[in-house]
Each structure stands twice: as structure tokens, then as C-alpha cells.
């Protein structure tokens, strides 16, 4: 019987060149933090924020509040600039058409004013119940033709009657 004997071997270290690869991680990184655009936040982040009155800040928009009426008024001109016809509707109405109100800036100012007048008395109504609905908007469609002189006069008569919000835009959309 022979009796083997275990032969022992050196610890021996395996040798790992650790400076390179520090260098080469450094210049990774390095060149990673160089190339880097983050890309621009998108629009709004939906989050809850306390009421403005406990935090200070302002809170968001109540979505399910009412909104505020829009109107529309669609000016179409002649080949001489002038007023060929003026609609008034109620955006997102079934009636697309809407109430012709022929070429008379006086018809226009009428239903304008009287229009503003029983959105008004809503809007008091509502205020005295502690809701808050907004002013209505109107939005004035015009011809590519139509002279600057009635533009202004359209536009005018809208502020006059107290709308805040008018936004004059021609009819064609591709034009917006």
C-alpha cells in the first residue's frame, strides 16, 4: 500500500491588471456624461398638489368645472374685400350652418351684444351658487380677402359688448 501524499502548490495570484480597466471605465463614463441630451419634458405632469389656500401654491384645474361657451363667427368676403355674408354659431352645435346674419356689421353687433348679455346673466346666476364659469370666447373666421378696416370693425364691436377673448383666424384651416 502506498500512501500518496498531497502535494502542495504555492497560492499562486492571478494576475489582473486593474489600472487599465480603471482607465478604460473612466473613459466610458466619461464619454457617456459627454454624449448625453436628455430629451425636453413633455408638456404637463398630472399630479395632486394641496388646495392653494393649505400650501401656498395654486392647485390643479378642476376638469370637471364648466366650460367656458365658444362662439363662432364665420366673415365671408367678396373679391372686393368687403362683406359678403356673416354666421354665428355655437361651436360644437348640430347646426353647422349656423343663424346667417346676411352682410350687416349692425346685425352682427346686435346678436354679439345680446349673445354676451344672456352669458353674462349665467354667469351671475352661477357665481351667486359658488360655482366659477369663465367668460365666453369668440372666435372670428375671416376670409383671406377681407379688408383690415372691417377685420377691425368685427373685432371692435366684440370687445365692445365685453368679450375678453376673441381670436380672429382665417376660415381656412390649413391657414391656422
Excluded: C, W
Amino acid at each position: 500500500m502506498s500512501r500518496k501524499h498531497k502535494v502542495s502548490n504555492d497560492f499562486v495570484e492571478p494576475d489582473l491588471p486593474i489600472t487599465p480597466m480603471l482607465d478604460m471605465s473612466f473613459q466610458l463614463l466619461s464619454f457617456f456624461i459627454m454624449t448625453f441630451h436628455p430629451t425636453p419634458t413633455e408638456g404637463q405632469i398630472a399630479m395632486t398638489l394641496p388646495p392653494a389656500e393649505e400650501g401656498g401654491g395654486q392647485s390643479n384645474p378642476d376638469i370637471t368645472a364648466e366650460q367656458p361657451k365658444k362662439f363662432v363667427v364665420r366673415v365671408a368676403s367678396d373679391d372686393k374685400g368687403q362683406i359678403a355674408a356673416i354666421t354665428f354659431r355655437e361651436e360644437g352645435s348640430p347646426d353647422d350652418g349656423g343663424e346667417n346674419l346676411g352682410a350687416d356689421l349692425g346685425a352682427y353687433m346686435k346678436k354679439v351684444k345680446s349673445i354676451y348679455e344672456v352669458e353674462k346673466k349665467r354667469i351671475d346666476a352661477a357665481q351667486g351658487k359658488g360655482s366659477k364659469i369663465p367668460p365666453p370666447k369668440l372666435t372670428l373666421e375671416i376670409g383671406d380677402k377681407l379688408l383690415q378696416q372691417y377685420v377691425i370693425g368685427l373685432f371692435d364691436a366684440a370687445v365692445q359688448a365685453g368679450y375678453t377673448d376673441v381670436a380672429p383666424v382665417p376660415i381656412d384651416k390649413g391657414k391656422r
